[in-house]
């Protein structure tokens, strides 16, 4: 009776969880495999695992919008997120008698000998895409609030770093492990073997000398995300994210407790797996040579605005490194402090301060364009509002930045080695320019966004040669003008 009983909160439990994805569909999806034979290789993972005495629970995998998220009231704040970068998260059923997320928003405790193991299908070619578990202490949730210090737990597994057979990561049958116990971590490689995923196995440590793993109420919470940018084909990406569910499986893997009343404690004795060596950024090469240039750009967007006073907005560094970061606990707080905020270590991270922007004025953001100086796999410039929210209001991303600096410097033969972009709230929109809402995109839901205080963020992931983010010292920072009327 005691265990039915468990069950039935169990599933309670997961079913308020899944709620606060606003983003995620439930509406009846396909049952027919992948083209890789998703449904063989689960079967395959879960029979092999059954006979090591694991016990494999079926998580979901979910499209998060965290604009969405804020204005349902699931989240405090959206955090800056990346527009055009739709974010997957794992939603997992809980360990009977655990203590419960606080988190919320798909956070999830992890026993100290168990693992999270997604299996699936990567998307279809795009520019990048990574698998990373974050760690989170403090809640999303609007109830509790900030501070928060959410922080990757590693480098993340990103389209230039997975294990995968054929030349192309894309279209690929691939499985991530999340762990910090050595034995588990063996013991599910075996699995995966026996699911004919061996060579796709990509590894994500927890290591408990950084994390505190365990399901009481004093263990840190873990999130997992899919970061997905610039599909070549939006259709075949739309495609791919509809039918999510056939193409990515989430489980939770621990080895069977004697008795179906204790299932929190560890049965494995302890085997923590150390911290994994980090990716180095850096080449040796920069963009400071194209400083001239740069500077030509800035003064020719000045030059073709004379009814315009000209404002130059310092961009700075954004987010903290993560394990400086955690160290240090530099939390989330906003407006106050951004922390670490998520940031993932494959992406050096820029931003302008908080600024108004009055009426009739306009932003242009100039700069290196990081893809074409062989510096990025992608990057994008980003504008927030609102201060204590980091609201994403508009992204433009390298594809489209690309030749936009011709506007002002044609003339110069190294012109697509940068990039212009404008940014409005006017409805007359020449080439390179984007129009900002001018009605808060919360108000249905009783929400507040201020769209008068704004900020501009840039990033750029992964530097194709160190696959890893650039490194600061190489990079041409990004630059900022405000035009407003004499």
């Not at 606080?102 to 998307?123: K, W, Y």
């Not at 009814?307 to 106050?336: H, K």
Request: aromatic residues 8%; proline residues 8%.
């Amino acid at each position: 009776m005691k265990q039915k009983k468990q069950s039935s909160i169990l599933a309670v439990a997961l079913a308020a969880v899944f709620s606060l994805f606003g983003a995620w569909s439930c509406a009846p999806q396909s049952s027919s495999s992948s083209p890789h034979g998703i449904d063989d290789q689960v079967s395959r993972f879960k029979t092999e695992a059954t006979s090591l005495g694991y016990v494999v629970q079926d998580g979901l995998p979910v499209k998060t919008n965290l604009n969405d998220l804020y204005c349902d009231g699931s989240m405090w704040a959206p955090l800056y997120p990346n527009p055009n970068s739709p974010y997957i998260s794992a939603v997992l059923p809980l360990v009977p008698g655990q203590a419960d997320p606080v988190a919320s928003n798909g956070s999830f405790r992890l026993r100290e000998d168990e693992a999270v193991v997604i299996i699936g299908e990567t998307p279809p070619p795009m520019a990048y895409f990574s698998f990373n578990f974050h760690m989170l202490r403090g809640s999303l949730s609007v109830a509790i609030g900030p501070p928060i210090l959410w922080i990757p737990v590693v480098d993340p597994v990103s389209s230039l770093t997975l294990q995968k057979t054929g030349s192309t990561p894309f279209n690929q049958p691939f499985a991530v492990v999340g762990t910090g116990h050595g034995k588990t971590l063996d013991q599910v490689h075996q699995m995966l073997r026996a699911a004919g995923l061996g060579s796709m196995t990509n590894d994500q440590i927890i290591s408990p000398s950084l994390f505190r793993l365990g399901l009481d109420g004093g263990s840190d919470e873990f999130i997992f995300a899919m970061r997905t940018a610039v599909p070549e084909n939006r259709d075949e990406f739309n495609s791919y994210m509809d039918a999510l569910r056939q193409e990515v499986r989430i489980l939770r893997v621990r080895p069977k407790s004697a008795s179906e009343d204790d299932q929190v404690k560890p049965v494995l004795a302890a085997d923590p797996l150390p911290v994994p060596n980090l990716r180095v950024a850096g080449t040796g090469t920069s963009e400071l040579d194209l400083s001239p240039t740069l500077q030509l750009l800035g003064q020719r967007i000045i030059d073709k605005y004379p009814d315009y006073t000209a404002t130059d907005i310092r961009t700075d560094d954004w987010f903290d490194e993560p394990y400086p970061g955690l160290q240090r606990n530099m939390v989330t707080d906003l407006p106050a402090q951004d922390g670490v905020a998520g940031a993932t270590t494959d992406a050096t991270y820029l931003a302008s301060g908080n600024f108004a922007l009055p009426e009739g004025a306009f932003l242009v953001a100039y700069g290196a364009h990081h893809r074409a100086t062989g510096k990025a796999t992608y990057s994008s410039v980003s504008v927030y509002a609102d201060a204590n929210l980091g609201a994403g209001l508009a992204t433009v991303q390298s594809p489209d930045l690309q030749g936009s600096a011709r506007d002002y410097i044609n003339d110069q033969s190294n012109a697509d080695m940068f990039y212009s972009w404008t940014f409005t709230r006017s409805s007359n929109l020449p080439e390179h320019t984007t129009q900002l809402p001018t009605a808060n995109f919360c108000a249905e839901a009783g929400r507040p966004v201020d769209l008068n205080t704004l900020r501009v963020g840039y990033r750029a992931y992964a530097e194709p040669e160190t696959q890893t983010h650039p490194a600061k010292s190489e990079l041409l920072y990004d630059r900022l003008l405000i035009f407003t009327p004499k």
